[in-house]
């Protein structure tokens, strides 16, 4: 099966989920993000991005931000170590998005702030410094996902960063212990091992950077089974 892309519908990703399980799964994707040292990492990236490119200011855009757990996170990170970075979240679910408004107000931090908002949805676009995604990329198909990283490309002015599960045997049984042990939501626990089923390889990730422009991307692998994509603008 791991030879084997198996991309299924995901309960979270259903129109008209009910709104106190989508929060509580919400809960528990924010518990495995922690876990997964997932903001940690991308703060070392965006602070890289800052040092070569010899700026004093950042913004970030993060797509598909879900609960907004990881752009909060890195926003209170900037705040406690005086650095200057903006970040904004974006996501199709209103309910996700609430979550995220909520969470960001409670933790008192003014320089983070999320909206409504379908990635692939036309408009005039503003530019970020860094766009980034999180466990999104498996949930499409590949023709949506080149669409995707090209709509990343054309949204950034410097970097372009992907973090996501890659396809193993070894990542499915971590996922499938793993989200019960941190979560007690089934949609967790369904959608978890669902989603490194779906997950692409890393050279399948890696050829749909080169057609999507993203040429020269550099891989790299992290616990827990995740890679870490990162592109430059030349």
């Keep these: 099966m791991w030879h084997q892309r198996l991309l299924t519908a995901e309960i979270m990703d259903q129109p008209g989920l009910d709104e106190l399980a989508h ?9 495995v993000n922690a876990v997964s040292l997932t903001a940690r990492r991308l703060w070392f990236q965006l602070l890289d991005v800052m040092r070569r490119r010899r700026l004093t200011s950042l913004s970030v855009l993060d797509l598909a931000c879900g609960g907004g757990d990881v752009a909060l996170r890195l926003a209170k990170t ?14 199709k679910s209103e309910t996700a998005v609430a979550f995220a408004k909520v969470a960001a107000k409670s933790a008192d931090v003014d ?3 999320f909206f409504t908002r379908d990635v692939f949805e036309a408009g005039d676009e503003a530019e970020y410094d860094v766009v980034m995604c999180t466990l999104f990329l498996h949930h499409l198909k590949r023709n949506v996902a080149l669409q995707f990283l090209e709509r990343m490309k054309t949204l950034c002015r410097h970097t372009v960063l992907v973090d996501d599960l890659y ?8 996922a499938l212990v793993g989200c019960r042990l941190l979560s007690r939501s089934p949609i967790v626990h369904f959608d978890g091992p669902a989603s490194v089923k779906a997950a692409f390889t890393i050279d399948e990730a890696a050829q749909l950077a080169h057609e999507a422009g993203l040429e020269n991307a550099r891989f790299s692998r992290h616990w827990p089974q995740r890679f870490l994509m990162q592109w430059n603008q030349p």
Excluded: I
């Excluded at 900037?78 to 996501?91: C, E, F, I, P, Q």
């Design 78 to 91: 900037a705040t406690l170590r005086g650095v200057s970075m903006t970040l904004h979240g974006w996501d």
């Design 167 to 174: 396809r193993s045997r070894r990542g499915y049984l971590m």
């Design 23 to 31: 929060r509580q799964a919400l809960t528990g994707l924010r518990r």
């Design 111 to 113: 320089n983070v702030d």
